[in-house]
């Protein structure tokens, strides 16, 4: 069965979120001392002083599907460590792939599907093995108040309507046909964009009927769509894995950073913004 989902219970999923944020700040701050002192050995002198505290700017590529909680995560962590700054670079994960593989200077790639990360572990750009942290699951965005009735993936066939999905080379484009080929249907959207923020915006801006995009997505925005969950988007969870890049100016960091994602404050800031358990 399918079904809408309400804007109370948006409301009380952005409450959830917020309040488990703070937590996670609150948490991560206190045990800050343990953090440091699990940083050590560093090679690159940026990452860390002579007594083994972090320091430096840490550059994150992510999808963008991570925006909200990676950036919960990043103050957090800029809490935990004074003397770093996180800065993030959020896209499409085939885009930041190609750009790590270009020789854009980043830390740390965390990425919306195996399939783009194995573009950057296949270049040996990667430093070890990526690891999988958090899991997500698809979701269509209507206009509020979902004024087309829409209550399944098949009805965004319906003529007139106007669809937008991601590009089929970004994990949520390609996670969308796979649901859309689970369901034997075929559509046409008036677009495909580049990233699922880009895909999400267009419902928000009234560009555009419904996208499908990921429930994370459809919980950050509120009220400014309604959601509708359809049993196909089971047969297309994407893997999210995470990697210190081979080349990472503040690798010491960068790994801090990662520990802090897989960490149980980590997930409860992720969970809490809709992303499944890895």
């Known amino acids: 069965m399918t079904r809408s989902v309400r804007r109370t219970r948006r409301t ?7 309040g488990a944020g703070a937590a996670a700040l ?3 701050s206190a045990c800050s001392s343990s953090d440091d002192s699990t940083s050590a050995k560093s090679d690159a002198p940026a990452s860390a002083s002579a007594s083994g505290k972090l ?3 840490v550059t994150v590529f992510a999808a963008a599907s991570l925006k909200e909680s990676f950036e919960t995560l990043g103050k957090a962590f800029e809490k935990a460590h004074p003397g770093t700054k996180v800065t993030f670079s959020f896209g499409g994960s085939d885009a930041l792939a190609a750009s790590i593989t270009g020789g854009a200077p980043a830390d740390v790639f965390a990425s919306a599907s195996p399939k783009t990360m194995k ?3 296949d270049a040996g750009d990667a430093s070890g093995t990526p690891a999988t942290f958090v899991r997500n699951q698809l979701e269509i965005a209507t206009l509020p108040g979902n004024p087309d009735k829409v209550a399944s993936l098949k009805d965004l066939t319906k003529s007139g309507l106007k669809v937008v999905l991601c590009d089929k080379a970004v994990p949520c484009g390609a996670a969308a046909q796979k649901a859309l080929d689970a369901g034997k249907l075929k559509l046409t959207p008036v677009s495909y964009e580049e990233d699922v923020k880009a895909a999400l915006n267009k419902v928000v801006l009234k560009e555009a009927d419904a996208a499908v995009v990921y429930k994370t997505d459809v919980q950050a925005a509120g009220d400014k769509v309604e959601g509708v969950e ?3 988007a089971a047969d297309a969870i994407n893997d999210y894995p995470i ?3 081979k080349d990472a100016p503040n690798a010491e960091a960068a790994k801090a950073f990662i520990a802090l994602v897989q960490s149980t404050e980590g997930q409860k800031v992720l969970n809490a913004a809709g992303f499944l358990k890895p």
């Open 12 to 18: 009380r999923r952005t409450l959830q979120v917020t």
């Open 26 to 28: 609150l948490a991560l």
């Open 55 to 57: 320091s430096g700017d």
């Open 119 to 121: 573009i950057v572990t």
């Open 230 to 232: 359809f049993p196909e």
């Open 243 to 245: 990697t210190v890049l």
